[in-house]
């Protein structure tokens, strides 16, 4: 395909995206109507895809037009590229630029890629940091590997990847985290990922479950353990009782089969309070999944005010669940993928002032400033 084919393609995924669809049903709908797609062409559509998806409201200003067409005229002009290069209407190419694809300079939340109801949230809890923050957020994330220890080292892990080529390297501060530095798409078929010797996992979620006070011996407890990311960390850090609850029963089945690979092993519990209590629950509860934007962008554009109200409520109920099966001297620990005070900082405080006896241990942000998603972790005890 030729890079105007490519635009023209990322135009037709665009629109149907904004018709309803999900981005990656759009994304294999239209690989599969295009055999003649090679892989470099899939990726490239892909990219420009989610290009326009993490910078929606900013580049269909500078397009002209909230649809595949603007979308696209809009990010290439946000590079500081010519349209009309490309939109040339000649073969596969989009029609030509004319007067109606007139675009404007963005401003205020515009600008930063957000919806205007959710500034003052964010502004409140990034303050100085705010706009570099909100730029980071409108970039493509960065690849991170955990190098599962039950099986390598990061020098190993670091050879055996080397091998398919694919260039990754340590991350300061992480024990057992790779940043992949060359051909990402690569992991999926990758020696090491087939054998569970790395696992795909976000620098900052690996920190959280780094900054958990595991200990040989504990029964544990993934209240909330969707893929099971997570829990495969946990289960990789110490020799301990491992039990994983979530709502989505299929993500739960593939936990089975990624546990299989990884050499370590996780009971699956649909009622958790029959194997309670436990000595540390991990509650990664649901959230706005603000910090994780740049990976799912359309949740930016999901999100209302009513939504995140009842989040929080979902929120508030779960710690108390966990609460309630935790053993004396246990510890709670409350997670989240979400930038915002109103989740984090202050659903902590909530939970301290209903439950007597309850301190907080610990807080901790993570910043995407630092390279992975925008994470929250509260160690919580009686």
Known sequence: MTPAARLSAAISVLDRVLAGDPAEQALTNWGRASRFAGSGDRHAVRDLVYDALRCLRSHAALGGAMTGRGLVLGGLRAKGQDPQTLFTGEGHAPAPVTAADAGRKPAGAEALDIQDWIYPFLSKALGGELYETLEVMRQRAPVFLRVNTVKADLSKAIEILAKDGISAQPVSGLRFALEVTENARKIHGSTAYAHGVVELQDASSQAVIEALPLQDGQRVLDLCAGGGGKTLAMAARARISLFAHGTEPARMRDLVVRSQRAGVQVQLQNTPEKTAPYDLILTDVPCSGSGSWRRDPMGKWRLTAERLFDLRQTQATILDRAARMLAEGGVLAYATCSMLRE????????????????????????????????????????
Do not use: I, K, Y
């Not at 902590?348 to 972790?377: I, M």
């Open 343 to 382: 989740e984090n900082e202050d659903q902590v405080a909530d939970f301290t002032a209903r439950n007597a006896g309850w301190q907080c241990r610990l807080e901790r942000r993570f910043s995407p400033l630092s390279g992975g998603d925008g994470f929250f972790l509260a160690l919580l005890s009686r």
